[in-house]
């Protein structure tokens, strides 16, 4: 099974008299062409910014950076977390949200508050921006998009 080589580009520049999008834009067009010369056939992903931005849920690389600072999640709080952002504004069933529980058993589908248990670690681990996450009583979990959280996603290939 071959992989296609995958490159994940941030590109914040602050004071650096960069005026506009469009110059952000240009620079990181430019980023890509210089790797699909050096690595044919990479796939791009592209965050564009020209302050920094507090958190980044980068699913490509499957990382979350806070602040500068990568967040330690374990897979099946990724996996939560990616299903959400995914979604924006979409209430997840927690029934879902157990599928992706690799460690869970029949008795934790009935029973169990495994999901609830990782939301509460996602929350705790993503600090400030743990609100991002909001509860449906009843039914499941929904993110709510905030203007500091940035989602990388892919990102097709620009024509010229």
């Known amino acids: 099974m071959s992989t296609t ?16 999008s469009t110059d952000l834009a240009a ?30 849920i980068d699913l490509p690389a499957r990382d979350v950076i806070l602040d500068s600072s990568r967040v330690p999640l374990s897979h099946t709080e990724f ?4 299903r959400l952002v995914r979604r924006p504004r979409v209430v997840v069933s927690r029934s879902v949200l157990r599928e992706l529980d690799p460690a869970s058993s029949d008795i934790d589908h009935r029973r169990g508050r495994s999901v609830d248990v990782h939301v509460s670690r996602i929350r705790t681990k ?18 709510d998009p905030d203007p500091g959280v940035h989602i990388v996603e892919p990102l097709t290939r620009r024509s010229a």
Do not use: K, M, W
């Open 5 to 20: 080589p995958e490159l994940v580009l941030v590109v914040q520049l602050s004071n650096t008299g960069v005026r506009s």
């Open 27 to 56: 620079l990181a067009d430019a980023l890509r062409e210089t790797a699909q010369d050096l690595v044919p056939g990479v796939s791009t992903h592209t965050l564009l910014s020209s302050t920094p931005v507090p958190l980044v």
């Open 79 to 82: 996996e939560i977390l990616s």
């Open 126 to 143: 993503l600090g400030r921006f743990g609100q991002i996450i909001t509860t449906v009583r009843g039914t499941g979990y929904r993110f």
